[in-house]
Nanobody, 111 residues
Framework: QVQLVESGGGLVQPGESLRLSCAASGGSFSENAMGWYRQAPGKQRELVAGITGYGRPIYADSVKGRFTISRDTAKNTVYLQMNSLKPEDTAVYYC?????WGQGTQVTVSS
């Protein structure tokens, strides 16, 4: 069974940065695609960024140029570097692998 643990969320001001981490056990990022999703209050969960098993990244238009997804296969961990954060980035961020989900980490961008 795959277990995913996200970390790195917090409260930041607009323009600041955060780096989220998603550590996996029981599964492998190196063989499977995974994604970072977010869900804001009253909104549907949406894909923010993903990375294929081959390491190719994909991004939602709303975060292109600001967010970077990367992975460390030795640590079985995927990261989401978020720069130039905006209030509309406020949400709970989840990672997903092989249809398993983490518990989420809250990101709040507010002045």
């Amino acid at each position: 069974q795959v277990q995913l643990v996200e970390s790195g969320g917090g409260l930041v001001q607009p323009g600041e940065s955060l780096r989220l981490s998603c550590a996996a056990s029981g599964g492998s990022f190196s063989e499977n695609a995974m994604g970072w999703y977010r869900q804001a209050p009253g909104k549907q969960r949406e894909l923010v960024a993903g990375i294929t098993g081959y390491g190719r990244p994909i991004y939602a238009d709303s975060v292109k140029g600001r967010f970077t997804i990367s992975r460390d296969t030795a640590k079985n961990t995927v990261y989401l570097q978020m720069n130039s954060l905006k209030p509309e980035d406020t949400a709970v961020y989840y990672c997903e692998l092989q249809s398993y989900w983490g518990q989420g980490t809250q990101v709040t961008v507010s002045s």
